[in-house]
């Protein structure tokens, strides 16, 4: 035993001088758990002076994004509040009374943080954003915007520099002024380098008249989505510039003083082209998009729209013909129209074929009362969200309609004429329901969305808002009721109320010992032989959250000695604990619970490993 246990540390301590695969707190499950790591925790000194913990040196890495946002975005990092005092640190909590709000002191061109929910921009000196009472676990949407007028694709860092101060009763003084910093991911495919294969690159022929490059007889997918848009969509194709003339083809980099502007010749009803970051929806002929001057690499927002009045499910194929003016000093030609056309992606999965299983198939009955097909007892479950909006959200249930008569259920189709308008007539605080496309938020009595004709399968997105004044966190379900009326020339009778029940997804907490790498309910060699393989050879997976290695409850229970991290000294500490009587595993040894961990061993068994008892030769 002895051989084999020397040349297991011999292989240990060859593989300690390699780079080590850790599990670091990369917080990919977004618990926030240890904010100063990653983000600013708000605090006091001795002198009652604001202040925050972090790590001033770190430049965030902000990813690419091509949807509600374009550019490059992220959450990360976020601002909470110090729990205990920390007097050796000089660190000490918000007192009751405290409402801290943060100020813009300066901020760079081309950068933007949208508070929670998008409901305001900071992108100017002086602006502010009210935090609030600790305490606070919030996270704003820093964004390098390419489209803002101050954007300078030559920057490599992006700062914005601001100041805490608090309006409460407590009347802290403000901190000094912080600086947050930013630059661009790294690109890993979707860079747009070659995009006259994927869309549209803009030049000039020879007579000076604009043109495009593009292969004409590509039919773009739009991929199905239901957030804030619904139905299928896609940024791509996109129209970026010839970067250098190519005379054997007759095309010819734009100049210097050009200014391309994108106008609608027509366009198939039900189809739109969202301009970046949702600025405006060209959805007739003669709405124009300023794409400016040259260079410029931007892309829309694609969009096959369920909701609107004109979409025709028996459509295949939806087309927009477009041609490019120069509005510049230049004066080049227009271009020829050209049509770009766009087809449904195929639904895998998600595709409502059974919407009245997970939703509200909205019909009339004998009496020409609207009515709906539902399970009246369910609760749906939210998941937790912290983009867009924060809280918990989710698009299901929606609405569709009955496509054929069910008599023996009392169920019939809705006929032709019909216009369906959705009327709140209680709700629950701090729950709101979204419109598609977050056009409107219902989230009092008496306010109405409009379904529309049939056929419809429409999705709201129902939120529950931890920032909303009436929210209590002692709540556990939250409930809308809701009514039908007929707006249209069938005039069938409104419907009877019914309610719509919500709660909050629970985390899913399952029961294992710390250290137990295997999940056999046991720590003993076999699980510092899998660690050691999964570290250096990447054989087997992280055993909670699916196997994401960064979730911190992988590093919380993997992690021996705690120093909060999983490495090549936590297998050392666990042989040494193993083979040495050596320290035990830093949350001891009995089954404890963890979040998104399996069930494996019961939280009152007797784990904790005695080595007076153990059977462990140390001669």
Not at 225 to 236: P, Q, Y
Request: proline share 6%.
């Amino acid at each position: 035993m002895y051989k084999g246990l020397t040349a297991l540390f011999c292989l240990i301590l060859a593989l300690a001088a390699s780079p080590a695969r850790l599990l670091a707190q990369d917080d990919h499950g977004h618990g926030h758990e240890d904010d100063a790591t990653i983000g600013f925790t708000v605090c006091v000194d001795e002198t009652n002076k604001l202040g925050v913990e972090f790590d001033g040196d770190e430049v965030f890495e902000l990813h690419e994004v091509d949807g509600v946002l374009v550019g490059w975005a992220g959450d990360e990092p976020g601002f909470n509040t110090l729990e205990e005092d920390e007097p050796d640190e000089g660190f000490f909590a918000l007192q009751e009374g405290a409402n801290i709000v943060l100020e813009v002191v300066s901020i760079s061109p081309g950068f933007k943080a949208h508070t929670p929910g998008f409901e305001d921009v900071l992108d100017e000196a002086r602006e502010t954003w009210e935090m609030g009472a600790a305490p606070f676990d919030t996270h704003p949407e820093w964004h390098i915007d390419p489209a803002d007028p101050g954007y300078d694709d030559h920057d490599e860092v992006w700062t914005i520099t601001v100041r805490l101060t608090d309006t409460g009763a407590t009347n802290y003084e403000p901190s000094e002024p912080f600086s947050i910093q930013f630059t661009r991911e790294e690109e890993h495919g979707h860079g747009h380098e070659d995009d006259a294969t994927i869309g549209f690159t803009v030049c000039v022929d020879e007579t000076n008249k604009l043109g495009v490059e593009f292969d004409a007889d590509e039919v773009f997918e739009l991929h199905e989505v239901d957030g804030v848009i619904t139905g299928w969509a896609g940024d791509e194709p996109g129209f970026n510039t010839l970067e250098e003339d190519e005379p054997d083809e007759g095309f010819f980099a734009l100049q210097e003083g050009a200014n391309i502007v994108l106008e609608v010749v027509s366009i198939s009803p039900g189809f739109k082209a969202h301009t970046p970051g949702f600025a405006d929806i060209l959805d007739e002929s003669g709405e124009t998009w300023d794409l400016g001057a040259a260079p410029f690499d931007t892309h829309p927002e694609w969009h096959i729209d369920p909701a609107d009045p004109g979409y025709d499910d028996h459509d295949e194929v939806w087309t927009i013909t477009v041609r490019l003016t120069d509005t510049g000093a230049t004066n080049y030609e227009p271009s020829e129209p050209f049509s770009i056309q766009f087809t449904r992606e195929e639904e895998h999965g998600h595709g409502h074929e059974d919407d009245a299983t997970i939703g509200f198939t909205v019909c009339v009955d004998e009496t020409n009362h609207l009515g709906v097909e539902f399970e009246e007892d369910e609760v749906f479950g939210l998941h937790e969200v912290d983009g867009v909006i924060t809280g918990w959200a989710g698009d299901e249930p929606g609405f569709n309609t009955l496509e054929e008569d069910e008599p023996d259920e009392g169920f019939f189709a809705l006929q032709e004429g019909a216009n369906i308008v959705l009327e709140v007539v209680s709700i629950s605080p701090g729950f709101k329901a979204h419109t598609p496309g977050f056009a409107d938020i219902l989230d009092e009595a008496g306010e109405t969305w409009e379904l529309g004709a049939a056929p419809f399968d429409t999705h709201p997105e129902w939120h529950i808002d931890p920032a909303d004044p009436g929210y209590d966190d002692h709540d556990e379900v939250w409930t809308i009721t809701v009514r039908l009326i007929d707006t249209g020339t069938t005039n069938y009778e409104p419907s009877a109320p019914f309610s719509i029940q919500f709660t909050r997804e629970e985390e899913h907490h399952g029961h294992v010992v710390p250290g137990d790498f295997n999940l056999d309910a046991e720590v003993d060699l076999s699980d510092s032989i899998g660690l050691l393989a999964f570290l250096f050879l990447g054989e087997g997976s992280a055993p909670c959250a699916e196997g994401d290695a960064s979730h911190h409850s992988n590093e919380e229970f993997l992690d021996w000695n705690g120093d909060h991290q999983v490495d090549i000294s936590d297998v050392i500490a666990m042989l040494g604990w193993s083979f040495l009587g050596e320290a035990p595993h830093e949350l001891g040894g009995e089954c404890q619970e963890f979040e998104e961990c399996p069930d494996i061993c019961e939280e009152d068994d007797d784990h904790d490993h005695d080595h007076d008892d153990d059977d462990h030769d140390h001669d």
